[in-house]
T-cell receptor, first 117, second 116 residues
């Protein structure tokens, strides 16, 4: 498809387990963002990639959270030793960093809903 | 610190009527951008409209317009001729233009229900 793709769409896990969430951005988009959206709240910034490097990871809540983008396209958000408070929808977004469309809008996927029991 | 405030948790509107969703923001940056996104039940965030802090005119996109009042730091979204498909969560967001990248800060959102 032409949009941002996120898998899995739903993930249920037990407290203490390890989880990986995958994001496949729009082809050619060099900038990639991860956001977390808790119930009833707006999305909160987690991390931003420009190409392969994490340019800003200031939103990661603690060292249990880590994200990679080894080839500058697909990104994986990794959560170790999951806790019930990690339950949320994890949204991925991408955008081109150049071109005529320069309002800076982000193109979002439909998110991965994580439930930690 | 930058902050977006949406004071209306929920709004109701009759089909074909206009509705205004409120958004106020706080920033010390002279250059910034303001966005509105729609989030239907599917979960995807859909971009609606953008306003740059130096834009002289209010942004419009079809049935969406942004009532930008810079001195009051408000950026309200106006939806004209509401349709049943407009029922969704609406988020106001702000981007700081300095820093070289477009990290968006979102408000808590307003849930809009359009009644037939």
């Amino acid at each position: 498809g032409a949009g941002v793709s996120q898998t899995p769409s739903n993930k249920v896990t037990e407290k203490g387990k390890y989880v990986e969430l995958r994001c496949d951005p729009i082809s050619g988009h060099t900038a990639l963002y991860w956001y977390r959206q808790s119930l009833g709240q707006g999305p909160e910034f987690l991390i931003y990639f420009q190409g392969t490097g994490a340019a800003d990871d200031s939103g990661l809540p603690n060292d249990r959270f880590f994200a990679v983008r080894p080839e500058g396209s697909v990104s994986t958000l990794k959560i170790q030793r999951t806790e019930r408070g990690d339950s949320a929808v994890y949204l991925c977004a991408s955008r081109p960093t150049s071109g005529t469309l320069n309002t800076g809008e982000l193109f979002f996927g439909e998110g991965s809903r994580l439930t930690v029991l | 610190a930058q902050k977006i405030t949406q004071t209306q948790p929920g709004m109701f509107v009759q089909e074909k009527e206009a509705v205004t969703l409120d958004c106020t923001y706080d920033t010390s940056d002279p250059s910034y951008g303001l966005f509105w996104y729609k989030q239907p039940s599917s979960g995807e965030m859909i971009f609606l409209i953008y306003q740059g802090s130096y834009d002289q005119q209010n942004a419009t996109e079809g049935r969406y317009s942004l009532n930008f009042q810079k001195a009051r730091k408000s950026a309200n979204l106006v939806i004209s001729a509401s349709q049943l498909g407009d029922s969704a969560m609406y988020f106001c967001a702000m981007r700081r233009s300095s820093g070289g990248y477009n990290k968006l800060i979102f408000g808590a959102g307003t849930r809009l229900a359009v009644h037939p």
